[in-house]
């Protein structure tokens, strides 16, 4: 396997605390999920990558069938409690592909979801389901 990209991320303080890019070039304070955080969460933060690993999947995928959308993934994550007093996350993307139609749309995103470096990754470790929108 040839590595292509790494990348690192600092946290102080965990779910009360900071996260940065070393060199500063991205910084943000981070909270506990709640309705008035005026900070960001790691689960908003996976979201966020899983939503635009997911699209570039999808885009790339789009691309080898020569059809051509204005792709657009959301990615809903959860935090869940687990009975033995853990925690788990599970993820919902939300897939538009708008001129695409239903039976090539699916295929799409059934080839994305094995493509993705974020799909793979969660497979069989967290409960992930892609929908249509």
């Given at each position: 396997?040839?590595k292509?990209y790494?990348?690192?991320?600092?946290?102080?303080?965990?779910?009360?605390g900071?996260?940065?890019?070393?060199?500063?070039k991205m910084h943000?304070?981070?909270?506990?999920?709640?309705?008035?955080a005026?900070?960001?969460n790691?689960e908003?933060?996976?979201?966020a990558?899983?939503a635009?690993c997911f699209?570039?999947?999808?885009?790339?995928?789009?691309?080898?069938?020569?059809?051509?959308?204005?792709?657009?993934?959301?990615?809903?994550?959860?935090?869940y409690?687990?009975?033995?007093?853990g925690?788990?996350?599970?993820?919902?993307?939300?897939?538009?592909l708008?001129?695409?139609?239903?039976?090539?749309?699916?295929?799409v995103?059934?080839?994305?979801?094995?493509?993705?470096?974020?799909?793979?990754?969660?497979?069989?470790?967290?409960?992930?389901?892609?929908?249509?929108?």
């Amino acid at each position: 396997m040839k590595k292509m990209y790494e990348t690192s991320m600092i946290n102080h303080g965990g779910r009360n605390g900071e996260v940065e890019a070393p060199g500063g070039k991205m910084h943000m304070k981070i909270e506990p999920p709640s309705i008035h955080a005026e900070g960001t969460n790691p689960e908003q933060l996976f979201a966020a990558g899983y939503a635009s690993c997911f699209n570039g999947a999808v885009q790339h995928i789009l691309e080898e069938h020569q059809l051509q959308s204005d792709s657009e993934v959301k990615a809903r994550v959860s935090l869940y409690q687990t009975d033995d007093g853990g925690f788990q996350i599970g993820v919902i993307l939300e897939v538009s592909l708008p001129g695409i139609e239903a039976a090539q749309a699916e295929t799409v995103v059934k080839e994305a979801h094995e493509f993705c470096p974020y799909s793979k990754a969660t497979r069989g470790n967290i409960e992930v389901s892609v929908e249509l929108v």
